[in-house]
């Protein structure tokens, strides 16, 4: 499965709400779709799994929603280190594959 | 605090075959209901699983890796492997470990991982 993320960067401001996009080239069955935060030098960061579940520890503005090919993570109020790549991966299938990534950047 | 770490083996030539284990600290694989996994992110790029193991060693590899890539778990000491044969320099990257819960028909999301370790593929 194929995924696609949009945009590939975008500048918000820390307050502003960003609106992240993964699409699939087939149906993601079951949920089976999680979200990533990695900042330069770092690991990535487990923040969704099974569409819209928060991960450990994940401040409550990280939201994720949609289904079938089409899905999206919303942070609702960006704060300063909310900055980074945001990457979207399924596990319906194998092998499991992550999409291109968002880059983040706060103005 | 439940870690993973990565061995550090740095610059590997190229056809010979990069070998790397992962140890996790403060919790036990043989107590445990996860998959043991490798991914890679060349620089600059975005990320690709190559391997996953769980404790009774049933392994599932990505197709693209799968004639070159070998997975091994030692469950006593807390520590998995990874053998990459017949390298090159499209293998330069920052590999990670990681884990995935098992769960029932499902693949898997990634709730903890490495640091990375930046393999260097170059004669």
């Known amino acids: 499965i194929v995924l696609t993320q949009s945009p590939g960067t975008m500048s918000l401001s820390p307050g502003d709400r960003a609106t992240l996009s993964c699409r699939a080239s087939?149906?993601?069955?079951?949920?089976?779709l999680a979200w990533y935060q990695q900042k330069p030098g770092q690991a990535p960061r487990l923040l969704i799994y099974?569409?819209?579940i928060g991960a450990t520890g994940i401040p409550d503005r990280f939201s994720g929603s949609g289904s079938g090919t089409d899905f999206t993570l919303t942070i609702s109020r960006l704060e300063p280190e909310d900055f980074g790549v945001y990457y979207c991966?399924?596990?319906?299938?194998?092998?499991?594959?992550f999409g291109g990534g968002t880059k983040l950047e706060i103005k | 605090q439940v870690q993973l770490q990565e061995s550090d083996p740095g610059l590997v030539k190229p056809s010979e075959t990069l070998s790397l284990t992962c140890t996790l600290s403060?919790?036990?694989?043989?107590?445990?209901?996860?998959?043991w996994v490798w991914l890679r992110q060349p620089p600059g790029k975005g990320l690709e699983w190559i391997a996953s193991i769980e404790k009774g060693g049933f392994t599932h590899y990505n197709s693209s890796l799968q004639s070159r890539v070998t997975i091994s778990i030692d469950n006593f000491r807390n520590q998995f492997s990874l053998n990459l044969r017949s390298v090159t320099a499209t293998d330069t990257a920052v590999y990670y470990c990681a884990r995935g819960p098992y769960i029932m028909g499902h693949y898997w999301y990634f709730d903890l991982w490495g640091r990375g370790t930046l393999i260097t593929v170059s004669s």
């Open positions: 087939q149906i993601v069955r079951s949920n089976d």
């Open positions: 099974d569409v819209s």
């Open positions: 991966q399924q596990y319906s299938s194998s092998p499991v594959t």
């Open positions: 403060g919790a036990s694989m043989i107590r445990s209901s996860q998959y």
